[in-house]
Structures are given as C-alpha cells and as structure tokens.
C-alpha cells in the first residue's frame, strides 16, 4: 500500500494476520507509529539521492515493519521499524546494524545499512534502520 491516499493507521497497525490468544494486546505490541515526513527526510538525507517519490508498506514480521521507498532517481531503499516490544530497548536495532556490518567484514554479501537509529528520540519519533534494497535476492534463491 502506498502512503498516498491510504489511512496512515494502516502503516502504523499489524495488517498481515490475525492472532488467536490476547489478539488485542498483540495488536498494540505491533502498533508502532511514526512521523511519515520526517522518515522520508531522514532517507533523503542518508542515502543522498533526493526525495522519495514512493513509500510503500512491504510486509510485517515478528519483530519489525519493513517498508519501500522511492527516490526521484528511481533509487530504492528499505526502511524497517521495529516493533515496540523488543527488550532490552534499543540494543535490539543496534545490534542488527553491529551484525550487518560484521557479516560484512567477513565477505558474506548483505544489504549497506545507510542510517539507523536505536531510540525512538528522534524526528521519526520510532527506531529505524535505513538499507539497501536488494531485488530478487534472497535465502530461498540461493
């Protein structure tokens, strides 16, 4: 779903399943909202390829919502936003980032992290981490 013209609830809620015990609760540990301008400024300003001209909510997992955006120079990136139940607060996101970078080093091919941040005080107002998309590219195609 893109942003234009879509409920800004639907990016910030759980969309993809149901849950059969505490669905309620469930639902509100999923609920993570975030300033959409400011996020897209954010990715303009780490990836340096202009403004993103398409956001577009990818798919939630159990401990984050991963989005696609759109730079004007068809540049795409993903953006993923971690629940607000992962513990200890914010160890969770820096250490993806610390993980990704020391695959990395080692030679195993995995996304460039442009930005991240690990506390929610910031402009976005959420944790986030800012990556490189990699099209057709996953663990099932190797």
């Not at 004007?72 to 607060?89: A, Q």
């Not at 080093?105 to 930005?115: A, C, H, L, N």
Request: proline share 4%; hydrophobic share 40%; charged share 25%.
């Amino acid at each position: 779903m893109t942003v234009e013209g879509k409920p800004k609830g639907d990016l910030f809620s759980y969309s993809l399943g149901r849950f059969l015990y505490n669905e309620q609760m469930r639902l509100q540990e999923r609920y993570v909202e975030f300033d959409v301008a400011a996020l897209k400024d954010v990715v303009s300003t780490h990836t340096g390829r202009g403004n993103v001209v398409d956001f577009v909510k990818l798919s939630e997992g159990g401990f984050n919502r991963v989005f696609l955006l759109t730079l004007e120079d068809g540049f795409k990136t993903v953006v993923k936003i971690p629940y607000n139940f992962l513990v200890p607060k914010k160890y969770a996101t820096a250490s993806e980032v610390a993980t990704l970078a020391f695959l990395r080093q080692k030679g195993i091919p995995v996304p460039d992290v442009y930005g991240w941040s690990s506390t929610p005080d910031n402009a976005v107002g959420a944790e986030y981490i800012v990556m490189e998309f990699v099209a057709d590219m996953g663990l099932d195609t190797k």
